[in-house]
């Protein structure tokens, strides 16, 4: 599996940016998601979407200003990030779980077989 993610940038506080995610090879993913890392930081989770059903879950920081959604006909992931703050800049990176329990633990990065190489999202105040 290959994952090329894009569509960071340089935005202000409060502007919107659209993520994405594509996905080529073995596209049968359990559960993909994005994680975001920012200088001196430990990666953490963002959010994810189960392929079974489209559940979608996120971190207590994103809830009501980022939604993922996938397209499944293109193999690609979207995180669209509004109301975006300061401290929402990090890398953002996009990962896929195949195995059977990738799913269970959605929020752990041991969870995830594939990762993108990141895009990096910048808001200024």
């Known amino acids: 599996v290959q994952l090329q993610a894009s569509g960071g940038g340089w935005v202000q506080a409060g502007e919107s940016l659209r993520l994405s995610c594509a996905a080529s090879?073995?596209?049968?993913?359990?559960?993909m998601g994005w994680f975001r890392q920012a200088p001196g930081q430990e990666r953490e989770f963002v959010g994810a979407?189960?392929?079974?059903?489209?559940?979608?879950f996120y971190a207590d920081f994103v809830k009501g200003r980022f939604t993922i959604s996938r397209d499944n006909a293109k193999n690609t992931l979207y995180l669209q990030m509004n109301s975006l703050k300061p401290e929402d800049t990090a890398v953002y990176y996009c990962?896929?779980?195949?195995?059977?329990?990738?799913?269970?633990?959605?929020?752990?990065?041991?969870?995830?077989?594939?990762w993108g190489q990141g895009t990096q999202v910048t808001v200024s105040s």
């Open positions: 090879g073995r596209t049968s993913y359990v559960v």
């Open positions: 990962a896929a779980g195949l195995r059977s329990d990738s799913g269970a633990y959605y929020d752990r990065s041991p969870s995830y077989d594939y």
């Open positions: 979407i189960k392929r079974r059903g489209g559940s979608t």
